[in-house]
């Protein structure tokens, strides 16, 4: 699930409605669910809102020498 695919999942979905990449591997437990929008859209809001805010804090939080 890294931005990149999301990212192609998003952008050949959007003006290719036949083709489908999911963001993992099939034999996972979430299966067809990751092939969809809206999980590129979630999994890209994840790496470049949650990701970046959660390193922020963990990086606040450290005593800086």
């Known amino acids: 699930m890294n931005p990149?695919?999301?990212y192609?999942?998003?952008v050949v979905g959007t003006f290719?409605?036949?083709a489908v990449i999911p963001l993992a591997a099939p034999s996972e437990p979430l299966g067809y669910a990751t092939a969809t929008a809206p999980f590129a859209v979630l999994a890209l809001v994840?790496?470049?809102v949650v990701a970046p805010w959660?390193?922020?804090s963990l990086f606040r939080?450290?005593?800086l020498p």
Do not use: E, K, P
Request: glycine letters at 22%; hydrophobic letters at 40%; a negative charge.
């Open 8 to 10: 192609t999942r998003l």
């Open 46 to 48: 994840g790496w470049l």
């Open 16 to 18: 290719d409605g036949t």
């Open 4 to 6: 990149g695919v999301a």
């Open 54 to 56: 959660l390193g922020y």
């Open 61 to 63: 939080s450290v005593d």
